[in-house]
């Protein structure tokens, strides 16, 4: 357990010592450095998100008013903004290296699910111009509401581990999503009744070694497993809503705070980043992957 202060520096170490190879080569073509180094600006947005802080000026705010002393270089809001945008790529990159470092390529247990992103206020989607041709009008089975906006899709381990994460249209088929989450998996991939089809199953099993089950079946069609089966895929089954309560409570992923996919995409990784930095260090701590509530003292 930490106090926040030392959360902060356990945070830095992390990322100083697996992104210092990505952050070793020429990420500017032009023009001088950073005042505040890229380790440090990973660190305040990974801070900052696993803190409930969902905005760069928030995140911004809050370490300019209590951690100027640990990070005196820390400038305007703009400067620190367009900063951490640009380093989408390097989040993307960490979190892969980070993923492959907690030993989940090596593991045959996955489940996928996905989250409604609204981008507005279902009324407000005729008057919205941002996205415009990119998001779309949708339904969230869970909450039985339609919104405008995105699909989230997460895929982890069945220990809690995001291995990758991609949002797509609203109205797009969950399914599609389930090629570029998988990439490089084998084993057995658990869904909902949102992922039956018989092509896709037959697909990744002949190409990628990938198994495909549903907790169910739909309404029209006639289960045949045995109910104790059953009974197991819905169990880890519910490690993927844990941690999707998580993404959405802790991290407020369904709220998009973002005019362009270019920000969206930068805030969707440094939400997944924050999320493996912390099952990261729930690990070195020798505690269950999620129990984040006790990784900074009250």
């Known amino acids: 357990m930490y106090t926040e202060e030392e959360f902060i520096i356990a945070v830095f170490c992390v990322v100083v010592d697996e992104a210092t190879p990505l952050l070793e080569s020429k990420l500017r073509s032009r023009g001088f450095g950073p005042r505040l180094s890229d380790a440090e600006v990973l660190t305040i947005e990974i801070v900052g998100e696993f803190l409930g802080y969902t905005t760069d000026t928030a995140i911004w705010t809050y370490f300019r008013r209590h951690y100027r002393a640990l990070f005196p270089a820390l400038g305007s809001r703009t400067t620190f903004a367009r900063q951490a945008a640009n380093l989408w790529a390097v989040k993307q990159l960490l979190h892969a290296r980070l993923v492959r470092r907690l030993g989940a390529h090596e593991m045959d247990l996955f489940v996928v699910d996905g989250l409604p992103m609204p981008v507005c206020a279902f009324c407000r989607a005729p008057r919205v111009r941002r996205f415009r041709g990119e998001a779309a009008?949708?339904?969230?089975r869970s909450k039985k509401q339609r919104y405008f906006g995105f699909k989230g899709e997460v895929l982890i381990t069945a220990s809690g581990l995001i291995v990758a994460a991609t949002a797509i249209a609203a109205n797009a088929d969950e399914r599609d999503g389930v090629w570029e989450l998988s990439e490089g998996l084998q084993g057995l991939l658990v869904g909902d009744k949102g992922f039956i089809g018989q092509a896709l199953a037959a697909q990744l099993a002949a190409e990628r070694g990938l198994r495909l089950e549903t907790t169910g079946v739909r309404k029209t069609m006639t289960e045949t497993r045995d109910p104790a089966r059953l009974r197991q895929l819905g169990r880890v089954r519910k490690?993927?809503?844990?941690?999707?309560?998580?993404?959405?409570?802790?991290?407020?992923?369904?709220?998009?705070?973002?005019?362009?996919?270019?920000?969206?995409t930068s805030r969707?990784?440094?939400?997944?980043?924050?999320?493996?930095?912390?099952?990261?260090?729930?690990?070195?701590?020798?505690d269950a992957s999620l129990r984040f509530e006790r990784l900074i003292a009250a």
């Open 239 to 264: 490690m993927v809503e844990t941690v999707i309560g998580q993404l959405a409570e802790r991290f407020h992923i369904e709220r998009v705070h973002a005019r362009d996919r270019w920000h969206l």
């Open 268 to 286: 969707i990784a440094r939400k997944i980043l924050s999320h493996t930095v912390a099952v990261y260090l729930c690990r070195q701590a020798g």
């Open 137 to 140: 009008f949708g339904y969230c």
